[in-house]
């Protein structure tokens, strides 16, 4: 019989035991350490960064001041508009979508896609101040990553009529020219931020409150009468497209208070439309930002010099039939007189006679008298860059640049200057610093003797009258002072430009009791007749009588009309002729 032999036991190392408790320890190890790592020493990052996926402060965009006319109409305003953004994170996984997505906001896809990468990983800006319209397409199209948040946008009621008045404002709503990028900080608001609940798309679920209110800027008030703005732009655009002028301002003042009414410039442009005021050319403020030679409208600041100082007597009469030897050169008149009186040097401005006169007078005088006028100051009205002319110093006159200064050359000066220069002759001598915002001080100083100031209004309305040279510059039924000025354009070689000019006319209404003064310049004009009694008179004419309707300054009346003027059968002819020193 056999006998089979049991199996024997085989028995693992007791290593490979240890071994393995000691991974499943370990594991259990880490685990525990990476559970309390995540519970206890990375809690608050986690949170935070959880936090900042689905808690986010959204910014509340604050309103920017309104600016108003004196009558309360609003020339600045806050219209709804929205801004489109974009996270490209989660907007680049959708770009099958893109091309619709340019359609509804009026964009080509390529430059969807070039603002959508031109922003950081998170944030893109895609279109700013847009319509709301195209948020509302935006977001009938439930794209992923891309959101149209509610803002606001500034609009101008007149459009280009004050443009470069008021300026713009940049996309981020802060000034960017005009009294906009002046009174920025008195403009612009503060933005506010709010905290919502996102899902993992960027898509609002729940607005959780206000972290902080938005806060509006200040309105600010202007002394801008917007009819007499109306007439001032769009009289001087006329003349400018007609003659041909490269550029032209107006300035409306009440001569009382220095209240300014109207300031207009051409170029201009509309900054409602988009991409409308692309050059800055477009939108410059040439009242205050651009200074010229201004011809003969300085003469009567000189007589009132040469009368204070005693140098002339208001009837003094000067010899005018021969031309003038001054510095090696001879001062001539366009038409040849004989003798004049000073009311008859103005009314024909005689170059020879404001010489002559302004030779007898000493320098220091006629330097005291621009500069008590305002000449050679920059304005004080909010405008960055605004500048004061030049107004040499009487120590570097020699006799050459003493008698032509006198005729408004070697001298620049502003529109606002001419203005304001004038309403000094209109109130009966005293200088009044001119105004934007409603509600400010009047400044007053008296720089000449009302009787000084009485000769040159009188003497002023001989101007605007038949055989004047600004007689296109009369309004049947109010009598009208003013005085015209033509400068040949510098070439900027020490000479002149034959065919261009600037061409000013400079005037005041009622003459018998001034309110109102307005000064209008057209630079740089090629056609026609292009001289200041021409040119610029029809535009002072057309906005004066305007302005003293809108303000309900009376004609005279002869029975039951309007006054009209004395001179019988003028013709045209006559009328631009006299408008240049031409007449009898």
């Known amino acids: ?107 080509s896809p390529q430059t969807l896609a070039e603002r959508a990468q031109s922003g950081g990983s998170g944030f893109a800006y895609i279109l700013r101040q847009s319509e709301p319209q195209i948020g509302k397409a935006l977001q009938a199209l439930h794209v992923p990553g891309i959101y149209a948040q509610a803002s606001s946008r500034t609009y101008y009621p007149l459009g280009a009529v004050t443009t470069p008045l008021l300026g713009l404002v940049h996309l981020d709503h802060h000034g960017a020219a005009g ?24 898509e609002v679920l729940r607005v959780l409150g206000a972290r902080h209110a938005p806060v509006p800027g200040h309105d600010l008030h202007l002394t801008i009468n917007p009819q007499i703005q109306y007439w001032a732009y769009m009289t001087l655009l006329a003349a400018q497209k007609h003659f041909g002028a490269s550029e032209g301002s107006a300035v409306v003042m009440n001569v009382d208070n220095g209240q300014i009414l109207a300031m207009a410039s051409v170029p201009s442009c509309n900054p409602n439309s988009r991409n409308g005021c692309a050059s800055p050319d477009d939108y410059v403020n040439n ?37 003038l030897p001054v510095g090696g050169f001879c001062i001539r008149d366009d038409v040849v007189h004989h003798e004049l009186n000073v009311a008859h040097i103005l009314k024909y401005s005689s170059d020879i006679g404001a010489a002559k006169i302004a030779l007898r007078t000493p320098a220091r005088a006629i330097y005291a008298m621009y500069r008590a006028a305002g000449f050679g100051k920059a304005p004080d009205l909010g405008f960055a860059g605004a500048t004061g002319g030049v107004l040499p110093q009487p120590q570097t006159w020699d006799k050459a640049r003493h008698a032509t200064i006198a005729l408004g050359y070697g001298v620049s000066v502003t529109t606002l200057q001419l203005a304001e220069g004038y309403a000094a002759i209109a109130n009966g001598g005293y200088h009044v610093q001119p105004t934007l915002i409603a509600g400010q001080p009047v400044h007053k100083q008296r720089i000449m003797p009302a009787s000084i100031a009485a000769h040159l209004r009188h003497w002023l309305e001989g101007v605007c009258a038949a055989n004047g040279t600004g007689i296109l510059a009369a309004i049947p039924g109010y009598a009208v002072a003013g005085k015209t000025g033509t400068a040949n354009m510098a070439n900027g070689k020490d000479g002149f430009q034959k065919n261009k000019t600037n061409a000013t006319f400079v005037g005041f209404a009622p003459g018998f009791a001034p309110k109102l003064v307005m000064a209008v310049t057209m630079r740089g004009s090629t056609r026609y007749w292009n001289f200041g009694g021409v040119e610029s008179a029809p535009v002072f004419r057309v906005t004066m009588r305007h302005a003293l309707q809108e303000l309900n300054i009376s004609p005279r009346w002869c029975g039951g009309k309007a006054c009209a003027s004395k001179d019988k059968g003028i013709t045209a002819t006559q009328a631009e002729i006299w408008a240049e020193g031409g007449g009898n």
């Not at 002046?182 to 960027?202: F, I, P, R």
Request: aromatic share 10%; glycine share 6%.
């Open 287 to 323: 009242a205050v930002h651009q200074a010229f030679e201004p011809g003969s409208v300085m003469k009567p600041f000189m007589v009132a010099a040469a009368l204070k100082t005693g140098s002339i007597q208001p009837d003094q009469s000067f010899n005018v039939s021969h031309c």
């Open 179 to 202: 009294l906009e990028m002046g009174y920025d900080q008195w403009l612009s608001g503060h933005a506010g931020t709010e905290k919502v609940l996102v899902d993992g798309q960027g």
């Open 1 to 107: 019989m056999t006998t089979e032999s049991s199996p024997q036991k085989r028995h693992l190392p007791r290593w490979r035991a240890l071994l393995i408790l000691s991974v499943i320890f370990l594991g259990f190890v880490l685990v525990l350490f990476r559970d309390t790592d995540l519970q206890w020493w990375q809690d608050r990052t986690l949170r935070d960064q959880g936090r900042m996926r689905y808690l986010q402060d959204r910014p509340l965009p604050a309103d920017r001041g309104v600016i108003y006319a004196s009558n309360g109409t609003a020339l600045a305003v806050n219209v709804p508009a929205v801004t489109i953004w974009t996270d490209p994170r989660i907007f680049d996984q959708h770009k099958q979508d893109w091309a619709k997505v340019a359609a509804a906001l009026q964009i």
